[in-house]
């Protein structure tokens, strides 16, 4: 398995070896030793597995939950193929508002670990793509917020007539998540 440090601080890609055969194929989405040589710590407990399907040009994000405790992620896609986007909302990171972005694939098996603060999102390339996700807490609604995917100054690759939740299309920019105190502090 590779390892792959993304842009953004503290986010890392991860792209196993498939084994084909006249069968099909076998392959290690997730590998201990790998990630945790990589990101420097073994993955987080895991406490809720979950899954989206959506339909091409579906946008999601971009997401992330208060801190602390905030919430660590680790992101595959099973079907489809999605462009998967990580932002550092993390205020005082010397990344601060970069985003970095890998295409999520079912035949590649990448994944992104995103650590808390770290912002998600991904636009959907395909019908029924599959997007997985392990979360180091339960999703408690109260604390997930989300920032504009369309915020101009975040400038991220996104088509301007994606579609979008209701939630996502009134989500704020950037700045006035930041003046209002909503996003998280780097140090937390």
Request: hydrophobic content about 45%; some cysteine.
């Amino acid at each position: 398995m590779k390892a792959r440090a993304l842009s953004v601080g503290g986010a890392w890609e991860f792209e196993p070896e498939v084994f084909p055969d006249d069968r099909g194929l076998f392959v290690s989405p997730f590998q201990h030793e790998v990630f945790a040589e990589a990101v420097g710590v073994p993955l987080f407990t895991v406490a809720q597995a979950s899954a989206s399907v959506s339909r091409r040009g579906v946008a999601r994000g971009v997401h992330y939950a208060r801190t602390a405790p905030g919430c660590a992620k680790y992101v595959t896609c099973s079907r489809g193929r999605v462009l998967d986007i990580v932002v550092d909302l993390r205020v005082g990171s010397p990344t601060f508002g970069e985003w970095d972005s890998v295409e999520l694939a079912g035949d590649d098996f990448r994944a992104v670990y995103l650590p808390p603060g770290l912002g998600h999102a991904f636009v959907a390339l395909d019908d029924h793509s599959t997007v997985h996700y392990l979360l180091s807490r339960t999703y408690e609604p109260a604390d997930e917020l989300a920032v504009s995917l369309l915020d101009p100054d975040l400038a991220l690759p996104v088509p301007a007539d994606v579609v979008l939740s209701e939630r996502d299309r009134a989500a704020p920019g950037l700045a006035l998540a930041r003046s209002t105190g909503l996003l998280p502090a780097h140090a937390a």
